[in-house]
């Protein structure tokens, strides 16, 4: 199936540092999620992005909609250890309810 | 919040046996419960769509005779894999769609099944 291309694939950085990462298709989305996933959990929401250009903060974390709604971005401020963990990007098209998967970004945070 | 379980957290079976994973909605009703297959290192991949009441609607590639999902009542979805192989071991997840209002509705993830055929 198809999925979503994230880049980086994986992060190794200081705490305190800023990150960012992206979220890329060839096909238009209506909605662009973000969530967070822990070893041997499920993923969490982070962030839901409705609309083209809007930009929405959660605490440190920042996403925008892309204008051509084929990217997404997402942002950590000032990153902590408990940062640590793969997140991955997901969207949907068209009408349907079935979300799609990014490749996933995977983070660690030196203390 | 909303919170989907899952059981059970680990299974191991030996192969040719079936395994049933159960996930439900604690504390709503979720109309749709998808299930997803997550191997090592990779994305999750939606397996199939459950709804309350019909048949399950499968993603290409997956087979439904192996891949059995019953969605009983609005809060439990059961999937079972029927006589499992080590190519299914795999860290498998649901989750719950609460809402009837289309695609921003919120999903809600269980914690997963770590299945492991020896």
């Known amino acids: 199936g198809q999925q979503l291309n994230q880049s980086p694939q994986s992060m190794f950085i200081q705490e305190g540092e800023d990150v960012s990462m992206n979220c890329t298709s060839s096909?238009?989305?209506?909605?662009w999620l973000w969530y967070k996933q822990d070893p041997g959990e499920g993923p969490v929401l982070l962030i839901a992005l409705y609309k083209a250009g809007e930009l929405t903060s959660n605490g440190r974390l920042t996403a925008q909609f892309g204008i051509t709604r084929k990217d997404s971005f997402l942002n950590i401020s000032a990153s902590i250890p408990s940062d640590v963990g793969i997140y991955f990007c997901?969207?949907?098209?068209?009408?349907?309810?079935?979300?799609?998967f990014g490749t996933g970004t995977l983070l660690a945070v030196q203390p | 919040g909303a919170v989907v379980s899952q059981h059970p957290s680990r299974v191991i079976c030996k192969s040719g046996t079936s395994v049933k994973i159960e996930c439900r909605s604690l504390d709503f009703q979720a109309t749709t419960m998808f299930w997803y297959r997550q191997f090592p290192k990779q994305s999750l991949m939606l397996m199939a769509t459950s709804n309350e009441g019909s048949k399950a609607t499968y993603e290409q590639g997956v087979e439904k005779d192996k891949f059995l999902i019953n969605h009983a009542s609005l809060t439990l979805s059961t999937l079972t894999v029927t006589s499992a192989h080590p190519e299914d071991s795999s860290f498998y997840i649901c989750?719950?769609?609460?809402?009837?209002?289309?695609?921003?509705?919120?999903?809600?993830f269980g914690p997963g099944t770590r299945l492991t055929v020896l």
């Open positions: 989750s719950a769609r609460v809402g009837t209002s289309g695609n921003q509705d919120e999903q809600f």
């Open positions: 096909s238009i989305f209506n909605t």
């Open positions: 997901a969207g949907h098209r068209g009408a349907t309810n079935k979300l799609i």
